[in-house]
């Protein structure tokens, strides 16, 4: 029978130990990931779902869904689009705006979030670019006939 000292471990002994470290490491970055979908979830309940509803139909601004779409169409990284997004809710303009021209005639152009700490605006800006966003449909601002059903106005 083979004595282990204790410079020696099993192998599966090791791996075990560096799975725990690298385990152990690994929470508090999933705990941020984490925390900032929910700040981002929660600054959009709090601030955008007066507005916004996350599926069409839509109330009185697009949907978050085409939202996502738009960004998620022009910006090949989640970084690009999220400092896009937080340039365009701290000063919208209509050259600013991703969405067809229809969504700006048919629902306005949304006014300043002036109210939210840059911390609020990146966190429900990431929270949106990783919202699910099937394509196109309502809220992208095609008329209701174009849509079929739906109109809050």
Not at 14 to 25: D, E, P, Q, S
Not at 99 to 116: D, T
Request: hydrophobic letters at 35%; one cysteine or more; proline letters at 8%.
């Amino acid at each position: 029978m083979t004595k282990i000292t204790k410079t020696e471990e099993p192998s599966a002994m090791k791996h075990l130990h560096m799975f725990v470290i690298a385990g152990v490491l690994a929470l508090p970055v999933l705990q941020n990931a984490e925390a900032a979908s929910t700040e981002g979830s929660a600054v959009f309940t709090r601030n955008c779902s007066v507005c916004h509803t996350f599926n069409p139909p839509p109330k009185t601004a697009p949907p978050i869904g085409p939202i996502a779409g738009q960004y998620h169409r022009k910006f090949t990284s989640k970084a690009e689009g999220v400092d896009y997004m937080v340039n365009f809710l701290k000063t919208p303009s209509k050259e600013k705006s991703i969405m067809p021209a229809g969504a700006i005639e048919r629902f306005g152009l949304m006014p300043p979030m002036a109210g939210l700490s840059e911390e609020d605006l990146k966190a429900v800006a990431g929270w949106v670019w990783d919202q699910p966003w099937g394509g196109t449909g309502q809220g992208t601002g095609k008329s209701k006939k174009q849509q079929g059903n739906g109109d809050c106005q």
